[in-house]
């Protein structure tokens, strides 16, 4: 089975700071590969180990996504492509980079991260399903493969949904499917001096979205602190209009 | 103005129909009768899926042309809004929580997992709607319900298990005490329920409380993937206050968080804090609110 995976490489998010004005400094800030694309590697990876065949991870991203490909290399992806030219969160640019990239290789499944941890928009996989035409399956948390078909459970908000469908089919797949594995020294090693495939995409920005404003949310909050064993009595008082 | 709501969870509905009352006609397409929010028309279908529900939402969008397409954030949402967004070729906003078109469009959304708020000018058509947009309002108007044929769909449901939920919705608590990995165990919610019965609260937890270790149903998480809160308190206990937690209460009148580590990030985003030990502090605090 040919499994096209979908990584994408995020700022770290821990590392955001403010400047004075409360606005995000972006620049300079250390990317590393977003949470819920190790656990779509996770999940090709161990398709590959229970069914045979070949993983290809694609990053749309900048030229410091070698790390994270090397990464995927490591947990266990064959082959890998960086198309360079990622600018911002455009999840139609990415579709269209993507897509392009996609069609290019031989492919059975593609999985990816159901919401990507920055902008939380998880409309990728409709958007390649829709582009390439293929079956789309999302926020997995079990896939099984039966020949022609694969029986995936998805996580709605209310209920569990077991859906079949026919391969080639596009799954996205949510953080508890699976506990991505921590490769070996060894492993690491290896990945590291594996060839990685760079390329670059000619898909433009279109400049249609201005950004006003790129602010923390507002903290009003009183931020009164009590230590040393203080604090019940002015809590409880505060509390009491409650009952 | 003219919109399209879609929707397959009838409280988000609700919500955003609520919104968008009186600013602009609204038709929605979706699987219940909410007939009593403001709606003109209400295009009820039964056991849709992304292909055929997106066919009929372009079908509808073509003919009636509707200035904007608003889509509740569920997870068959977000599969529509990407496969429209390609089809119709139109840019989709993503988990909007303000929608203003004055003069322009301006929206607003949380980006950077909830760490910054963006404030967007756009002329996107399609937009999905993050739950908890605005309070649902009955209104005196009642809607047309249209019955809505889909064409045959290229899915097969084999199963549906229903979640555990655990009782009472907790978006409409007025306190809630939450619990995080601080309390240790499933065991010690027992500790905690004196405060929860004393308060009349509900409890909820953070997303390893719920997710990882099951010690509440999943529909008690706070926080950017779980439920977004707004009670007049809460009581954050034993949880760190990531931002991904934060991204739930920011609507909480009255935070009161009691962490044994002063430098938890939760101290920064609390009306008023006991830094100590829950299980000592949570007991005395129970003692007091009986006594007076
Ligand atoms: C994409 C994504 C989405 C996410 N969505 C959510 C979400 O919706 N909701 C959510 O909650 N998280 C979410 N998270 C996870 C989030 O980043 C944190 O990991 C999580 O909120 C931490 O939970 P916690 O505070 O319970 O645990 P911890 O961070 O481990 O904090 C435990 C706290 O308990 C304190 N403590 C320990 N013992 C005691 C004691 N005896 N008395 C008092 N205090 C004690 C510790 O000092 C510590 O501060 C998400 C993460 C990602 C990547």
């Given amino acids: 089975m040919d499994i096209i995976v979908l990584i994408k490489q995020t700022v770290d998010m821990d590392q955001i700071r403010l400047n004075e004005n409360n606005e995000v400094i972006a620049e300079d800030l250390p990317l590393k590969t977003d949470v819920l694309s190790k656990n779509a590697i996770e999940t090709a990876v161990q398709l590959k180990e229970k069914y045979g065949g070949k993983v290809t991870g694609i990053i749309f991203g900048t030229e410091k996504a070698t790390s994270s490909m090397k990464e995927a290399y490591a947990m266990g992806v064959d082959d890998g492509y960086i198309i360079k030219g990622y600018k911002k969160s455009d999840p139609i640019i990415t579709s269209k980079v993507l897509s392009n990239k996609i069609k290019e290789i031989k492919n059975d499944l593609i999985i990816l991260g159901n919401q990507s941890s920055d902008s939380y928009s998880g409309l990728l996989a409709g958007l390649l399903a829709s582009e390439l035409d293929m079956n789309l399956l999302s926020n997995a948390i079990k896939i099984d493969v039966d020949g022609d078909n694969v029986n995936v459970t998805m996580e709605a908000e209310k209920e569990e949904i077991t859906m079949e469908s026919k391969l080639p089919a596009i799954i996205s797949v949510a953080q508890e499917i699976n506990e991505p594995r921590l490769p070996n020294v060894m492993k690491i090693m290896a990945a590291g001096k594996k060839n990685i495939n760079i390329e670059e995409t000619d898909v433009k920005y279109e400049n249609d979205d201005k950004i006003l404003s790129d602010k923390a949310p507002e903290n009003k909050r009183k931020k009164i602190i009590y230590e040393d064993g203080n604090g019940i009595d002015e809590i409880a008082k505060i509390l009491k209009v409650v009952k | 103005m003219r919109c399209l709501i879609f929707s397959d969870d009838a409280d988000n509905l609700k919500e955003i129909i609520s919104y968008f009352y009186k600013k602009m006609d609204i038709d929605v397409f979706c699987n219940s009768e909410v007939l009593d929010y403001g709606a003109n028309n209400v295009y009820k279908y039964n056991d849709g899926f992304s292909d055929n529900i997106s066919e009929y939402l372009i079908e509808l969008y073509n003919k009636n042309k509707y200035d904007y397409i608003f889509i509740s954030s569920t997870n068959l949402g977000r599969q529509i809004a990407g496969i429209l967004s390609d089809k119709l070729n139109e840019k989709c906003m993503p988990e909007i929580f303000s929608f203003e078109n004055d003069y322009k469009v301006v929206t607003k959304r949380f980006f950077y997992g909830g760490k910054s708020v963006l404030t967007e000018e756009t002329d996107f058509k399609i937009f999905t709607v993050a739950p908890g947009i605005y309070e649902a309002k009955k209104v005196d108007k009642r809607s047309n319900l249209i019955d809505a044929k889909l064409k045959n ?51 909820a937890g953070s997303r390893p409380v719920c997710l990882d270790y099951k010690w509440l149903s999943e529909d008690k998480q706070v926080g950017l993937s779980g439920k977004k809160v707004k009670p007049d308190f809460y009581i954050a206990l034993g949880i760190s206050g990531q931002i991904q937690h934060l991204a739930g209460i920011r609507n909480a009148k009255t935070i009161i968080a009691i962490n044994k580590d002063k430098n938890a990030p939760i101290f920064e985003e609390c009306d008023y804090g006991i830094v100590g030990d829950l299980f000592t502090v949570v007991p005395k605090l129970v003692d007091k609110l009986k006594n007076n």
């Fill in chain 2, 153 to 203: 769909s290229r899915y097969k449901i084999l199963s549906k298990k229903k979640k555990n939920t655990g009782g009472n919705d907790i978006t409409k608590a007025k306190v809630i005490v939450s619990i995080g990995r601080g309390l240790g165990s499933k065991e010690n919610i027992e500790k905690v329920m004196p405060l929860v019965d004393a308060l009349h609260g509900e409890i």
